[in-house]
């Protein structure tokens, strides 16, 4: 069965400060993979994604992240934080179910930034 | 333009009512999605649609009732409502093809009194 581990519920980095989010994920086949971000009272937007190809994928506002097989990883990380960055983060797997994607989430890192 | 709308934003009402949340999306996508986000900010698929048909169904109680009338709109009805109900439900949508993202709406917070 597929799932998503983000082991980091909290993380507060300085602003300025390199950021890296990690995220595990279990998957018999390639999976595709998301990040998305959820701010404070909306909904989730997406920052990148892999499906194939080059294993380290650029998104919006700076963010990338690096898809390791061999770790079964798909960590974040943008070089250098803004406190607009302030928010939760969320990893997803996602796979085909018929005419539908499924993406199962992971818990979810909250992104603090110290002034 | 908003891409997926639902209405409304918050929802405040007593335990056994019946109440619905509205998703219209303009993005052209054939599926369409309900999440609910819990306290703890868990986020789970509840349904799916893809053309006015139901593709998913996970382990949700009957009292949820999805309708579709069109591609573009995917509603919850919810029966006798629970306090257990309150949470953040989410409509997506998405092209029916493999690796393509998910598109969130804003969010409805449903709370139980």
């Known amino acids: 069965a597929q799932s998503v581990t983000q082991p980091d519920i909290h993380i507060t980095v300085s602003e300025g400060a390199s950021l890296e989010l990690r995220c595990n994920y279990s998957y018999g086949a390639t999976p595709y993979l998301f990040w998305y971000v959820q701010s404070p009272g909306q909904g989730l937007q997406l920052l990148l994604k892999?499906?194939?190809?080059?294993?380290l994928v650029q998104g919006i506002k700076g963010f990338e992240a690096e898809f390791k097989r061999s770790q079964s990883s798909f960590n974040l990380r943008k070089p250098s934080v803004h406190w607009s960055d302030a928010a939760e983060y969320f990893c997803a797997v996602g796979s085909m179910y018929s005419s539908a994607s499924k993406i199962i989430f992971g818990s979810g890192t909250r992104l603090s930034i110290r002034p | 333009d908003t891409a997926v709308s639902q209405t409304p934003k918050y929802l405040v009402t007593q335990m056994g009512n019946d109440k619905s949340i509205k998703c219209e999306q303009n993005l052209g996508h054939d599926t369409m999605y309900w999440y609910k986000q819990d306290s703890k900010k868990f986020l789970k698929i509840m349904f799916s649609y893809n053309n006015k048909e139901l593709i998913i169904n996970e382990t949700v109680p009957n009292r949820f009732s999805p309708k579709s009338p069109d591609k573009a709109h995917l509603n919850l009805h919810i029966n006798s409502l629970e306090l257990g109900d309150s949470a953040v439900y989410f409509c997506?949508?998405?092209?029916?093809?493999?690796?393509?993202?998910?598109?969130f709406g804003d969010g409805t917070r449903l709370s139980i009194l």
């Open positions: 997506a949508s998405s092209q029916a093809v493999k690796g393509q993202p998910q598109h």
């Open positions: 892999y499906f194939s190809g080059d294993t």
